[in-house]
Structures are given as C-alpha cells and as structure tokens.
C-alpha cells in the first residue's frame, strides 16, 4: 500500500524532456505518522490509519487525545507517549491487505512515490452552493423568444401527466452543487521534492487551494 494525506497548494506547470508544457497541481504531502494498524482478526478488516498535519495539543479533543497516546496518567503524573506520535489534526485510514507491514508510529513519506507512476487523488469539490439546473447539469434553457422573458434558465416541465401525477425520484433539478467526495484517477507523478515534502501530479485535482487530499497508488493502473 501507498497512502499519504496532504495539502493541494494549487496549479503550475512543468516542461517535460520533450518541450512539452504540463500542467500540474502540485500537493504538500506528508510527513504522515502511522496512529492505528487494523486487521481482520481484532477489526473486522486490513487498513492502516494515517494521522497528518502537526497542531497544538489543546486544539484535540479527549478522545483524540487518548487514541494519540498523548492523554497524561492520573498515576504518575507523565505523559505517555504512543511511539512518540505528535498532535495530528488529520486522521483517514487506507485498506491494504498488507497491514502487517506496517508498525504504529512508522513515518511515511512522499519518498515512497515514483516519478512517472500513476496515483488516484481523493478531495472535495468545490462547493457552489444552491444551484440552478443550467449550471449544476448543463440544461440548455428556454427559448429567448416569442415573449419570454423570465424562462431563460427554467428546466421546464418536470412531473408527468395524470397517469402517474407525480415527480419521478432522482429527477435532475436545482439544489445544492459541489462539496462532494471526487476521485481523479490514474494521474501521473511528474516530481518528487522529498526535502519540502512536495509532489506534483499531472493535471488538476478536486478541491479548493489549502484543501486536504488523499493520495494513494491507482487501483486501476
């Protein structure tokens, strides 16, 4: 398995050996701290859990602060350290069927990517709030003619007629748009800086500039 959390820091872009002008996002991504091993016997599944983004203690909950091993003991007064674990503010898990591998309080790095392999990159969109049906699905609209003049960007006509007489589930209509899970798949490691925890990937990923991203290696590469 290869997984680490980061922070997309926006888009630029590269020339390759040909000449060619790439467009890149590049990703801060790590350093990432290993806070949890899960298997099938004690949990059901084969996952590892990744913590990322170092913060103040005080920002963590009890709860978060005990699953760190940072919570200090009533008996002897010292902090107990979980394999020496900062206060991470991240917490996501990737399933691997090589949980074995891997040990709680293990360092992972963007060292573990390769240039020129492919990744999957999962975020959120963009939210765009209450949309109407032209931007959300790309209707057409109304006609701009024969005395119209506030249909322009109506959907139209959306239940049927008596013989069913009501609005059809999964109808395409206005609502909210964006704020939702987005995988790009099989994008391109283009480089690797491993002293400033850098990568970029080929093309554009989903999510706003300082949003956090998931990167693992493709499942369909």
Known sequence: MKGLL?????????????????PVTIIEAGPCFVTQVKT???????????G???TKERRLTGGQKGHLGL???????????NANI???????????????NFEVGQTLTVEQ??????VDVVGKTKGRGFAGVVKRHGF?????????SDRHRAPGSVGSTSSV??????????????????????????????DKNLIAVKGAVPGVKGGLVLISDASKG
Request: proline share 1%; net charge positive; aromatic share 8%.
């Open 6 to 22: 980061g922070i997309k820091l926006g888009m630029t872009q590269l020339f390759d050996e040909s000449g060619t002008v790439v």
């Open 40 to 50: 099938t016997k004690s949990d059901g599944y084969d996952a590892v859990q990744v």
């Open 52 to 54: 990322f983004g170092e």
């Open 71 to 81: 919570l200090k003991s009533n008996k002897n007064k010292q902090r107990k350290k």
């Open 86 to 100: 900062p206060a991470v503010r991240y917490l996501r898990e990737f399933r691997t069927k090589d949980a074995a």
């Open 113 to 118: 990517f390769e240039e020129g392999e492919r």
């Open 140 to 148: 057409a609209g109304g006609v701009r003619t024969h005395g119209q």
């Open 165 to 194: 007489g009501h609005v059809f589930k999964g109808k395409r209509m206005a609502g909210r748009m964006g704020n939702d899970r987005y995988t790009a798949q099989n994008l391109t490691v283009m480089r690797i800086d491993a």
